[in-house]
């Protein structure tokens, strides 16, 4: 008998709006990449050099694409059903959990292989110009095939452990693009990594992943179901794995505040007293605890591991920690006020539209700014190490300038979450569009550089000032790293990083008065 979640959820996903805007966005970014890296007038000898160029650059790009899309589809698989109260009557009914999980599973992949069968028909242009064969399609289809099966089990693994849609987003994006960048990489640097025998063998590596994971979730699921949230007061601390979070020890109590004992003080902003108290761990410790982890072993890693003369690296890593984290804490501020009822409530209150966001930001900037900072420590400290051997002064000048950059990055990202919170009435959505903004303007025009730099022959300095929108653009314009003057071609280097935060700090305070506008105008309509 056929899988009957396998064919419902195929046909809701393929007849849904988000997967027909997948594929546009899929097949014009890769159509994009090909028409600003088709040679124009070259000889054939060089053509064949620009092929494998643009063969690898596509590859990279369709890697990049199946990891920002992927969440979309598969950390909603049983989310999805926990929200809506469904999951327990799903579990009760006679289909196995076996068939329960890999309906999910392979409904949401399925979707996830026709982006990358889409993409194909792109790569063979290359055809067109030499210097590509089959054996290396072969290897990154194989490639493409066996990373997509993996990310969909992270999905389904995220969705599992989590409560909600917006835990399993952060989740398999959190464990997503580091995967995604050493994709990337491999792909651009290492000459074998197509290769139909290295496909084989990294496939069979990913397919033990997956395997493993889709094991645990049909094991958990043939456990009686226990989908409710606990606040943290009521969680145990031998029951948090990994790291323990307590609000009466140091650091914890930066983290997550003692609540206030009898009235509040006048002039408190109760929205703001509620968010820091009790609202961000509302739902028990686990979303933090995995971002806490996951972020501190990649701070240490990017401390020890990166090259210690190229500070801007390390400022990166923290400005994509930003981009990650802020959307998933900002973009379900509103809501989930709306998915519990309460929003209507919050509007009726004596509290003003203005109090109201500004408690809502201002807790989400804080929380955000003390756990950015327990992020730091390993990154400085590799910094402070290196410091010793410049010149005192610049050195502090520049680390100065860097950290404005992640505080505009934290203050834009936290403000599109806001917004999107309020257009959307669903968290879900809100998210994905949070995430799609914020990519779309700080990580997109690092794509555009890499391609434009590699395939035009615009001056870098001319290709980098137009990235006023992206922090990673505007850190590498911060004076004080090695090599910098040979990599921009000149002794000229563009401000980008000043523009960047004059553009950043316009755009907060355009988001945040578009926000006010909504909520006021729903204060009136109420």
């Known amino acids: 008998m056929a899988n009957a979640v396998f064919q419902r959820e195929l046909k809701l996903g393929l007849r849904s709006q988000k997967a027909f805007l997948a594929q546009v966005v899929f097949v014009t970014c890769l159509a994009l990449v090909v028409l600003l890296a088709w040679p124009k007038g070259e000889r054939v000898s060089i053509q064949e050099e620009l092929s494998r160029t643009l063969f690898k650059t596509l590859a990279a790009s369709m890697f990049t694409l199946i990891t920002l899309l992927s969440p979309v589809f598969v950390a909603a698989s049983l989310t999805s059903e926990k929200e809506a109260g469904t999951l327990e009557m799903l579990l009760v009914s006679p289909i196995p959990p076996g068939e329960i999980a890999s309906g999910k599973q392979f409904a949401s992949v399925l979707y996830l292989l026709l982006l990358v069968v889409t993409g194909l028909p792109v790569l063979g242009l290359c055809y067109f110009l030499g210097g590509v064969g089959g054996p290396e399609v072969l290897g990154l289809a194989l490639q493409l095939i066996g990373y997509t099966i993996l990310l969909g089990g992270i999905g389904l693994f995220a969705s599992y452990v989590c409560a909600r849609t917006h835990g399993a987003l952060v989740v398999t994006y959190l464990a997503g693009i580091p995967l995604g960048v050493g994709m990337v990489l491999l792909t651009l640097m290492n000459k074998t990594f197509l290769s139909p025998w290295t496909a084989l063998l990294m496939g069979s590596v990913e397919l033990v992943a997956f395997a493993v994971l889709f094991g645990w979730v049909v094991a958990g699921l043939a456990k009686p179901p226990s989908t409710a949230d606990r606040p943290a007061e009521e969680e145990k601390p031998q029951d948090q794995a990994f790291i323990q979070l307590q609000r009466n020890y140091f650091p914890d109590c930066f983290l997550w505040p003692e609540r206030p004992k009898g009235y509040l003080p006048d002039g408190t902003n109760p929205v703001y007293m509620k968010e820091v108290t009790c609202e ?127 505080l505009a990055t934290l203050l834009v990202s936290t403000a599109t979450g806001l917004l999107m919170s309020l257009v959307f009435r669903r968290s879900a959505g809100a998210m994905i569009a949070a995430y799609a903004a914020v990519f779309l303007f700080g990580v997109a025009p690092v794509a555009a550089f890499a391609v434009l730099d590699q395939f035009t022959t615009i001056p870098t300095s001319e290709l980098v000032s137009w990235g006023v929108t992206s922090p990673f653009l505007g850190s590498i314009t911060i004076p004080g790293w090695e090599g910098q003057t040979d990599f921009f071609e000149s002794k000229t280097i563009p401000s980008v990083w000043f523009h960047y935060l004059v553009v950043s700090l316009l755009s907060t305070a355009a988001a945040l008065f578009q926000a006010w506008i909504r909520l006021a105008g729903d204060e009136r309509r109420g």
Do not use: W
């Not at 761990?281 to 982890?293: A, E």
């Open 280 to 406: 961000i761990f509302g739902r028990g410790t686990g979303l933090v605890r995995t971002i806490l982890v996951g972020t501190l072993v990649l701070s240490c890693a990017a401390g020890f591991a990166l090259p210690s003369n190229y500070p801007h690296i390390f400022f990166g890593y923290l400005n994509l920690c930003v981009i990650l984290i802020a959307p998933a804490f900002a973009a379900n501020a509103f809501t989930q006020e709306r998915e519990r009822g309460t929003y209507d409530l919050l509007r009726t209150t004596l509290l003003t539209p203005g109090e109201i966001l500004g408690g809502k930001f201002f807790a989400i900037v804080r929380f955000l700014g003390v756990l950015l900072g327990f992020l730091m420590v390993p990154v400085v400290a590799a910094l402070l190490s290196i410091g010793s051997q410049r010149h005192l002064g610049e050195f502090l000048l520049g680390l100065g300038y860097n950290l404005l950059i992640v």
